[in-house]
């Protein structure tokens, strides 16, 4: 059974940092999402496990980094210099196939992990 599973979710002040993590197996690639309440759900960053290919959104770039443990199945994004607009319930998702931030492409999700940043 395919599963994805995300951490490291919370509160933090705005300019803080955490990290999250998602633990998978079995896809070509990984991508990171989230939705703000009344939100249409949007594509934050991706990675392509097999080459290391990447992608941000252009509300992330500069600020947030992801990045993959191939020996731990699990792909990190560092958020730092959070924002209030950050945020969201955050998913990670799985694709057999390369990097893509449209969310219709990928089949398997996680449950959520939510983040919260307060101003």
């Known amino acids: 059974e395919v599963q994805l599973v995300e951490s490291g979710g919370g509160l933090v002040q705005a300019g803080g940092s955490l990290r999250l993590s998602c633990t998978a197996s079995?896809?070509?690639?990984i991508g990171w999402f989230r939705q703000a309440p009344g939100k249409e759900r949007e594509g934050v960053s991706c990675?392509?496990?097999?080459?290391?290919?990447?992608r941000y959104a252009d509300s992330v770039k500069g600020r947030f980094t992801i990045s993959s443990d191939s020996a731990k199945n699990t792909v990190h994004l560092q958020m730092n210099t959070l924002k209030p607009e950050d945020t969201a319930t955050y998913y990670c998702?799985?694709?057999?196939?390369?990097?893509?931030?449209?969310?219709?492409?990928?089949?398997?999700w996680g449950q959520g992990t939510q983040v919260t940043v307060s101003s």
């Open positions: 079995g896809f070509i690639s």
């Open positions: 998702a799985g694709r057999s196939g390369p990097c893509w931030l449209e969310d219709y492409e990928y089949v398997d």
């Open positions: 990675i392509s496990l097999y080459g290391g290919g990447t």
